[in-house]
Every structure is written in structure tokens, then in C-alpha cells.
């Protein structure tokens, strides 16, 4: 395919990342080395369907323009390569350094039902001496045998506290583990948990309360968005919540942070896979989110894990649109003319309006008055308002919305297609009054501009 069509059809996401062809699902292996964010990701390189799993590969220097690279790892008679993460072995605690730079080590699973003679699931390591760019397979894998079920998608953290590697894994139903080594080879059982409801792809790791670094909680996270809040002092993790979610879209699935930020950014970064978009006619299939960062922060109902948009964002503004100040009425909806590509943010003060909607490429994002309730298509959320006034963060590609209300407190990952020949961008009031303040639209250039 040529670079005049490559990445312009008609459905691809404009700045989100979408392999150049084909599957891809989870986001694997997230780790940032030498000025480069890595992005692995579930892929068929042979199909659009869901098939033959391997680690597709990404980099970029900004979360927002990424450069598709050779496929990472390939299946083998252990199985196919399932979900996983990776690290940057800064002390070369496993042993597989080469030359003078610090290895990377990807965990992944072996996905034996799917081997050429099936064997159960385990869990396989990888590295590499050269940035990424090749990848070998540990002589020895699995490094983890079977345990029980399906068990998958090892998610790897370094714990400073007890110089150990921490392994957080999926076991079946609702049920995850945790797993502690001093060099990525032998794993060591330290405990067990239960997220119900929630199941696949964990992540864990440590934030700071408010930004206080002398109040930390850890959060373990599972594939749906569903996440515990807790303590972690090297053998036991203690939660002090129920499941609590971050994720209010449908379309939100298998999120993973990055390890290896550098201190000096300090963000804990995250992208999701955006499950269930439909590209019709298109040579991919399905896309990531947009990276966000994640921050704790204490509300009326407690300690709450908050999402917001990385900066890196502004990146891409174009045209700006700005109104201090607009008043909306059932007979007086607000139509900026602005482009496809779409950077919101606002304050709705819904008033005496019984329904405000935002019409978006003929879709409506509808906030109900009388339920405190904001939906999109079939994705909806409970949301307080503060003040009077609700802050609401929307991007808009071409086939996909992310809201984001209350500074991150609520979050929304929906895929769409969009409804022909309709107005990008409509506000509209129903029942009565409400208003918009510091209404700031961007239009965004294409990330593979």
C-alpha cells in the first residue's frame, strides 16, 4: 500500500494508533527506553480477525506520532504469544546483558492451547540488547509452569523497598496473584486475590495520594477497568476497598501503564485497547486508546483513580475556537464550525435544562438533568454536579469519543461510526436553559501527518 493511502482511509483512527494492517488487541510490553515509548500490542499479521496472536511493535518520542516496527515475537511450540509487559533491567538482575546497555525483558504468555501439540498456559520471558529492535527467547521459558486454568498476562514492576521483581497475574474467574523474584527467572508465590467481576490483563503499581508522596496507595487493576486500592509492603498486598472503576465505556478494555518513565516526568502513563469499533471495508481492525494519565485524588466518596489526556495532546492543535460564555435554549442551539478532529473542553451548567446534548457526527452525548446520568450510545455514567457546573474533556477521531468529566474522575471510551452528512459539532438544550463556559475547541492535525 502506498504512503498517499496508508493511514488516510477512510475509517482510521487519525490519532490514535492502528497497526498498518490487519488485527490487534491488547497493549503489550509498555516500557520507555532511551527516549523511546514502546508499544507491543496483540496482533494476526496474517488477517483482520482475531488469530495466530504475536507481538506487533510500536515506538515513538511524543505517546502521539508512532513508528510501526518488525513483529517482536512470533509464536513457537509453546504456544502463541499472549499478553505481557516489559521492563528495563537497569542492574541486569537476570543476567542478560550483552554489551554495555541494560537489557530489556518482556514476560508474556505462552498460550499453549494454541500450540501446534497443545499444552497448558505459562509464562515465557524475552529480551533484548539492541533498544528493542530484536528480541530473543529465554533458553529456558516458561520461566512460570501452569497453575491453574487460562493463567495470563503477566504485568512486571520492580519494588525497590525489597530489591525484588513483583508479578502480577491473571488465574481464572475473578481470581489474580502475585508473584515475587529477585532476577525474572525463578518466581516465588507471595499472595492471592479476588477482584469479582473483573478478570484478564493486571496491572499494579503505586501512586501518590494528591500528590503527597508520604501517602501512597497501590492500585491493582484488572482488563475491565475494575481496580483495588491498597497497601503493599513486599509479601502481601492489602486491599482497603471493594472493586471501584475507573473505565464507564464499553469499549475500554486491557489497559497497561508504562514502566520506566523517567523520574524526572514522574507520570504513571496508560493506554487501553478500544474493543469492539467497527471498521468496515478497512485492511485493519480496532485501535488503541489515546494515552492518559493516572492520578489518585480524594473526592466525596474517597480515594478515586483519575484519568486525563497526556499533554503531548497539544501536540496536535490547529485551529482554536474559544467562547467565553455561550447560553443555549431549546430554540437556540450553538453550531461552531470547526473540523472532524476535535480537542473540547468545557464547563456544562446544565441550569433549568431537563436534557443538554452535545451532537457529535450525529451522535448525541446526553447529560438526563433529573438522573444526573451522561451517555453515549450505550455507555452511560452517573456524574455529580460541582458547583453548579460540570467540567467535561471530550476527544473526537473519526471513529471513537473519549469523555472525561470532573478532571478525570469519570471516564468514557466509546467507538462509533459516524451518521452521514451531519453537522461535526452541535449544542443543544431541551426543556429549558443551560450554559456552556470557557469553551475551548481545537481541531487536531493527523498524528501521521
Known amino acids: 500500500m502506498s504512503d498517499q493511502v496508508l493511514y488516510r482511509e477512510t475509517h482510521r483512527p487519525q490519532f490514535h494508533f492502528s497497526a498498518q494492517k490487519n ?4 497493549p503489550n510490553g509498555l516500557v520507555y527506553y532511551e527516549g523511546e515509548y514502546h508499544l507491543f500490542f496483540q496482533h494476526n499479521p496474517e488477517s ?3 488469530n495466530n496472536m504475536t507481538w506487533g511493535h510500536a515506538v515513538s518520542a511524543d505517546l502521539v506520532h508512532w513508528k510501526q516496527l518488525e513483529h517482536a515475537l512470533l509464536p513457537d511450540e509453546l504456544g502463541t504469544i499472549f499478553s505481557g509487559s516489559a521492563v528495563v533491567d537497569w542492574h541486569n538482575t537476570s543476567g542478560l546483558q550483552e554489551g554495555d546497555e541494560p537489557p530489556l525483558v518482556a514476560l508474556y504468555t505462552s498460550a499453549g492451547a494454541h500450540a501446534p501439540d497443545p499444552v497448558p498456559f505459562t509464562q515465557s520471558l524475552a529480551y533484548s540488547n539492541d533498544r528493542g529492535r530484536t528480541w530473543t527467547k529465554y533458553a529456558d521459558n516458561p520461566v512460570l509452569g501452569h497453575i491453574e486454568g487460562a493463567n495470563r498476562d503477566p504485568k512486571i514492576v520492580w519494588h525497590d523497598a525489597t530489591d525484588q521483581w513483583l508479578m502480577a497475574l491473571y488465574l481464572d474467574g475473578s481470581r489474580y496473584v502475585l508473584y515475587g523474584s529477585p532476577n525474572l527467572l525463578q518466581w516465588n508465590h507471595l499472595c492471592d486475590l479476588d477482584l469479582p467481576g473483573v478478570s484478564e490483563c493486571p496491572d499494579l503499581f503505586e501512586l501518590p495520594v494528591d500528590g503527597n508522596p508520604a501517602d501512597t496507595r497501590w492500585v491493582y487493576w484488572g ?3 475494575g481496580y483495588l486500592l491498597g497497601h503493599f509492603e513486599g509479601a502481601v498486598y492489602v486491599p482497603e476497598t471493594e472493586v471501584l472503576h475507573a473505565e464507564q465505556g464499553h469499549n475500554g478494555y486491557a489497559a497497561q501503564t508504562w514502566s520506566d518513565v523517567p523520574t524526572d516526568d514522574g507520570r504513571r502513563l496508560q493506554i487501553s485497547w478500544m474493543r469492539g469499533g467497527k471498521y468496515p471495508a478497512m485492511p485493519f481492525n480496532q485501535q488503541m486508546s489515546f494515552p492518559v494519565e493516572l492520578t489518585l485524588r480524594s473526592t466525596p466518596k474517597g480515594i478515586r483513580l483519575c484519568r486525563t489526556p497526556v499533554r503531548e495532546i497539544e501536540l496536535l492543535h490547529g485551529k482554536a475556537y474559544y467562547e467565553a460564555e455561550v447560553a443555549l435554549t431549546p430554540d437556540a442551539p450553538f453550531a461552531p464550525d470547526v473540523g472532524e478532529l476535535l480537542d473540547l473542553r468545557f464547563d456544562l451548567l446544565p441550569e433549568d435544562a431537563e436534557v443538554f446534548t452535545v451532537r457529535i457526527r450525529g451522535i448525541d452525548l446526553r447529560y438526563e438533568a433529573a438522573k444526573r446520568r451522561l451517555s453515549f ?6 456524574i455529580e454536579i460541582c458547583e453548579g457546573r ?5 476527544l473526537v477521531d473519526r471513529t471513537s469519543l473519549e469523555l472525561f468529566a470532573h478532571d478525570g474522575e469519570i471516564s468514557m471510551s466509546c467507538c462509533f461510526l459516524p451518521e452521514a452528512a451531519e453537522h461535526v459539532l452541535s449544542f443543544h438544550a431541551h426543556g429549558g ?6 469553551l475551548r ?3 487536531l492535525d493527523s498524528a501521521w501527518s
Not at 460540570?390 to 471530550?394: N, Q
Open 433 to 438: 436553559s443551560a450554559r456552556l463556559d470557557d
Open 441 to 443: 475547541v481545537h481541531e
Open 223 to 225: 482488563a475491565s477497568g
Open 377 to 382: 450510545l450505550d455507555a452511560s455514567a452517573e
Open 23 to 26: 488485527w490487534i488487541n491488547d
Open 48 to 50: 483482520v480477525v482475531w
Open 390 to 394: 460540570i467540567p467535561l474533556h471530550i
